[in-house]
Structure formats: C-alpha cells, structure tokens
C-alpha cells in the first residue's frame, strides 16, 4: 500500500497513477485523510492492490475463528476474479452450520467487511473441508435432474431459495440443456431459480 497526498482528489490520483505506471480507472485506492481549510486542501489516498485486500479478509476470518475459540487456518486463492477462501479449524462443523448457513453468513459477513473497508465490492467464496464444492455436485445433479422432468412434462417448476453462488452452479449446470430455461426470481432471501421448458 502507498500513500499520495495532493491538493485535490484528481491530483493525488494523477500522482499515483504516474508512480505506479496504472491508469487512474484501474487504481484502487481509499482516500484515507481530507483537509479543506481557508486557504489551502489537502486529499491523501493510499493504494492497494488484490493482495491486501486478500490478507484483510484471512485476518478478518482468523480474528472470528479465534473468537469462537477455535484454532484455525484461511489458505486463499485468487481466480477469475473471485477471492477464495478455505478455511480449516479443529471444529469446522460449528463454522458450516445447518445445511451451511453458518458458513453463508461467515461469508455476508467478510464481504461486507471488506467492502466497508475499501469502498469495492469483491467476490469471495468460502470453503471449509470442500463443504461448497460438494454441495455445488450435489446442486449440478439435483438440477439436471430437475429439468429431465420439465422436459417431459413441460411443466415449471420453482427450487427452494439459495445464495447467488449455488444459483450460479444450477444456471451453469443447465446451459447446454435444449428446450430449458432458468432465470432468478425474487429478492434477498426469497431469490430462487425457475426451470422451464421453453420451445
């Protein structure tokens, strides 16, 4: 992380820009301190780049396993601009939750954090002991399963309520199946998938 300070936003940025050879739309940064007095501004931002952000949510996450009392460790993985995140403590069912809704909490909770602190929202998955990546198999063949019934009956039918991580699995699950159509309905907690048939 670096520090710029200028008289305005635009020429801190502008600073920042030239010194890390980045253009001013691809920088991320937090202004950090203003100052505006009679006669003189002050602007100060700091840089940062995936890699702290990345190492706020790991610290972030430790600091809660600690305050379960739980030893723990967060590997992450950056890739296809999503943050992931696993995480392995001496009690991870304690962390997953009934039907894993500890662990999609965890995960609202971090994102929030580090959008709180850098002003940006991130995509990051966690994982405890391959609790998602199972799940999304389980999903993939519950959906096509799902829709090898739609296609015969040619009726629609509506799948309970998930986070945006799973209804991604279950779109990607069905991409290639002829005459069926999923979409996203409903809002917050209430957000669903509906498979059709469609001609």
Known sequence: ?????????????ALASENEGCPVEELNYQIIEEKKGLFSRKVTIETYGISDVIVFAKEYLLTIIKNYDLEGTVVEKFENGIIHLTIDTNHNSILIGKNGKTLQALNDVCRYAVAAKYKKHYRILLDINSYKNEKYTKLARIAKRV??????????????PMPADERRIVHNALTRFKNISTQSEGTGNKRHIVISYKD
């Open 1 to 13: 992380m670096n520090k710029y300070t200028a008289k305005t936003l635009d020429d801190a940025l």
């Open 147 to 160: 829709a090898k019934e739609v296609l015969n009956t040619k009726s629609t039918v509506h799948l309970d």
